[in-house]
């Protein structure tokens, strides 16, 4: 596998971005082509041993700032390093994608230049989080902060192919987030969601609360995007809470102090179950190609696991089960395939007004 990584996107790049190629073709062999700027990147890549490393630079004078809008992005910055690094897989010149720079133009150029997958009428962010056992999938985590119902029913059915063909569940358990279990809650959205999901042929469970995005009581949560990122941040930030209320209460109290020095092992296990960078970064699913995004502040390890998350897409074939899997819902593809046929209709009004 080799995957094209956006070398100027996000907080610490390219010095980040490079370590973490570096450590995925070092550690597991893989192939890297680091799309940007070559005195920037070649500078970086001079710390370290790559001589006989599979790590190559496709030179791009442009980057694409965290304050551009996705919309200037698709007119303007035809150079930038996530268009194309986009572009490269696009072309079959590598099998993924990853960039944590600017998410909104990374999704925006994923959609305009791959294009969706048959049947889908939007693509979804999909973030896992742990669980008291697992972890759990959570879809939407920010794409889409305006949804229709059959919209969150295509993230059901694509967060359950991505349980079980990239994290190996056999029958995920899908739950729809809402402000209580019971029918009568939620909002109209949530209502109607359930009544379809019931329906369906999935191991759909019903309708869960915030509180089992970490319960391990479901493999894949469904929300629309607003209340997802909502959801991410959250949890973004639970640990670091947690961790700074033990360092205050072991600072001045000697038994508190005794008690965090015996359980460092164990908060340090803790600490690894919480960090973002393990699990690397977040896949577009929805897109007709592998596209992961990563943490704006992701650090080299966050970028080798994006890494081989992105190969692992690959390698699994997720968009052709993702396809499997709305084909074999008759009724809901050709639901969401009347959504996808508006859709496609605009983009080519777009694409006639970029000639």
Known sequence: MKIAVDAMGGDFAPQNIVEGAFKAAK???????????????????????????????????????????PSTVLRRMKESSIKVAIDLEKAGQVDGVISAGNSGAAMALAMFIFKKLEGVDRPAIATIHPALKGST????????????????????LMGDAYAKYILGENQPRIGLLSNGEEESKGNELTREVHEILSKMDIN?????????????????????????????????????????????????????????????????RLEKRFD???YGGAPLL????????????????????????????????????LIQELNEKGDLFRLGQRGSDRNNDRVEKINRRMG
Request: with cysteine.
């Open 137 to 156: 999938v959570l879809i939407d985590s920010g794409g889409n902060v305006d949804c229709k119902p059959f919209h969150l029913v295509q993230f059901a």
């Open 27 to 69: 550690e597991h062999g893989m192939k890297v082509v680091l799309v940007g700027d070559e005195d920037q990147v070649s500078k970086e890549l001079s710390k370290y041993p790559t001589s006989k490393l599979p790590i190559y630079i496709h030179h791009t004078p442009h980057v694409v700032a965290m304050h551009d809008s």
């Open 286 to 321: 929805g897109v007709n190609g592998n596209c992961v995004i990563c943490h704006g502040a992701s650090n080299g390890k966050a970028i080798m696991n994006a890494i081989l998350l992105a190969s692992s897409l690959a390698r699994n074939k997720l968009n052709e089960h």
């Open 276 to 278: 973002y960078s393990e």
């Open 204 to 268: 759909y469970i019903g309708s869960v609360e915030g509180r089992d995005l970490n319960s391990g009581r479901v493999d894949v949560i469904v929300c629309d995007g607003f209340v997802g990122n909502v959801a991410l941040k959250i949890s973004e930030g639970l640990w670091e809470t947690i961790h700074g209320i033990l360092k205050w209460e072991a600072k001045d109290n000697l038994r508190a102090k005794m008690a965090y020095f015996f359980m460092r092992r164990a908060i340090r």
